[in-house]
């Protein structure tokens, strides 16, 4: 999409959340919008085949006939006629005058009943809805929104098919810059996305995974940058590949199925806690996949030892212990390498604390234990330092960890470190990756290239002399003074020994309880 484009985009996004302003908390602005936008989308590309099909037939009027006595003929029937056959079907909603909330409720409900795959989509948003006797969104607002929305056209040749993405990840950022509301667990930064899919190098007929979906962001750009390479490659003919995600909350979850119905791809999206729940499955395994692209919550901390313990599936075997309760990141690092096949590859983003906490230590550390295992068992292929100040919910770096279970002889027992952090430009109010330094970025992971500043590769033997500290700042320094170590690294340090000392203190309480002392 050209910067004009996205542009105008954003502003027709905006000036749509606009018109409800005041309605709800505006990270609810999202819940309404998105389904309009969606259906405005299915109405428009809609007409696009009623217009094939009445270019063939001789009328608009035969064709609206002929897609009710053969809805094959069209890839979703929706059941709204305009009085006019010549006006666009969308008039039907942009025409609502009175009790617009029951009837918009209504015709998303019937174009749903007519059309399986966007049951429990396009029909989860309640228009009418109250709190408390007061409607959530009165029938003004509402028609202020409709024609908001109704303003820009959303057919097959009108913009690009990643619209709902597009429009979520807008809306999130927005929403998080306005209220400071904790957004990032479901907004990945574009850049970030382009990089991992760049570097995981998807091939047709592939199935790629994320366990953390969201809003199906990072799998999408998978598709995108494969698609990109073949066109590239002057290929217009290849297998797809599939996609497949588990997200807990149910809007996003209907959010993530949106955006794949309206790029065409192939997979699916299932709702549930993956950490407990696992929802892909064979003969009671986890299913094995070629790629995982993931952004889970940092440093979930309500995970308890019964949930390691009673664990069915095999993801945390004794030899590498589990995290401790302080974080869930190697945890769900344990998930991604259990639903890896031989020949997979995977791309985590987590917080920078997950590659150094617990080096230096003299004590235990439960995460650093579970690092040495993947250490030892060479899985870990890369590890990229992230810029800070990128995500909407910290000003936190972040790093993304590359997996390889099927690393070259070359690359064997050795880690590639990048340290972008200083590869950004900043922005108002969140810095951003350039176009420019997301292909030396991408350039340097992909080809495994030493750059002074901001590579270097490590072999086993330096690893285990820094206690299995594995975070790019700590082996490249960027400036030309004196390297320090980040502070969120330290303070990240600084509360797993604090954890540690309870944990002890605690055991050592119940061992004088048990003496009688």
Request: hydrophobic residues 35%.
């Amino acid at each position: 999409m050209s910067e004009n484009k996205q542009k105008s985009l954003e502003a027709w996004i905006w000036d749509a959340a606009c018109s409800i302003r005041g309605a709800k908390d505006a990270p609810k602005y999202k819940d309404f919008i998105l389904p309009l936008i969606f259906t405005k989308r299915l109405c428009d590309v809609y007409d696009d085949e009623l217009n094939r099909i009445a270019g063939e037939v001789g009328s608009r009027e035969k064709a609206f006939k002929l897609a009710k006595s053969d809805k094959k003929l069209v890839r979703f029937y929706l059941p709204l006629i305009p009085d006019n056959p010549e006006d666009a079907v969308w008039t039907i909603i942009r025409k609502l005058s009175d009790n617009i909330g029951d009837q918009l409720t209504t015709h998303l409900r019937n174009i749903a009943s007519e059309n399986q795959p966007l049951e429990g989509i396009i029909d989860r948003v309640d228009f009418n809805a109250t709190t408390h006797g007061q409607r959530d969104l009165d029938d003004d607002r509402l028609s202020n929104l409709v024609e908001a929305i109704s303003i820009k056209r959303l057919g097959l040749e009108d913009v690009e098919a990643d619209i709902i993405g597009r429009s979520y990840e807008y809306l999130i950022r927005k929403f998080a810059e306005g209220s400071g509301q904790s957004a990032g667990e479901f907004y990945t930064p574009a850049e970030v996305g382009l990089i991992m899919a760049k570097v995981m190098d998807t091939e047709p007929g592939m199935e790629v995974y994320d366990p953390c979906c969201g809003s199906g962001g990072l799998l999408m750009k998978c598709q995108e940058s494969m698609a990109k390479k073949k066109r590239e490659l002057g290929s217009t003919r290849y297998a797809p590949i599939r996609l497949f995600g588990q997200e807990y909350i149910a809007d996003t979850w209907s959010m993530a199925n949106m955006n794949m119905i309206i790029h065409d791809m192939e997979g699916e999206i299932e709702i549930g806690d993956t950490f407990k729940a696992p929802k892909f499955l064979k003969d009671g395994h986890l299913r094995k996949f070629d790629r995982i692209v993931t952004n889970p919550m940092w440093n979930q901390d309500w995970f308890t030892d019964q949930d390691y313990d009673s664990d069915q599936y095999d993801r945390f075997p004794s030899g590498a212990g589990f995290p401790g309760k302080s974080s869930a990141d190697w945890g769900w690092i344990q998930h991604v390498y259990t639903s890896m096949n031989e020949e997979g590859r995977a791309a985590i983003v987590l917080d920078t604390g997950t590659v150094s906490r617990g080096s230096g230590s003299t004590g235990t550390n439960k995460e650093k234990k579970v690092r040495s295992w993947f250490c030892e068992k060479d899985l870990i292929e890369s590890v990229l330092y992230l810029p800070e100040n990128l995500f909407y919910n910290t000003p936190a770096a972040g790093v993304v960890i590359f997996m390889n279970k099927a690393k070259s002889e070359e690359r064997q027992n050795k880690v590639l470190l990048v340290n972008a952090s200083q590869m950004f430009e900043k922005g108002d109010p969140k810095n951003f990756i350039t176009d420019e330094c997301i292909e030396e970025i991408s350039d340097t992971l992909i080809h495994w290239k030493e750059v002074e500043k901001q590579s270097h590769i490590i072999d086993l033997s330096e690893i285990k002399k820094n206690d299995y500290n594995i975070s790019p700042s700590r082996y490249i320094q960027t400036g030309d003074g004196e390297t320090y170590r980040p502070i969120e690294e330290i303070v990240a340090e600084l509360d797993s020994v604090e954890i540690q000392a309870k944990d002890t203190d605690q055991t050592l309480r119940e061992i004088l309880k048990k003496m009688g002392l």
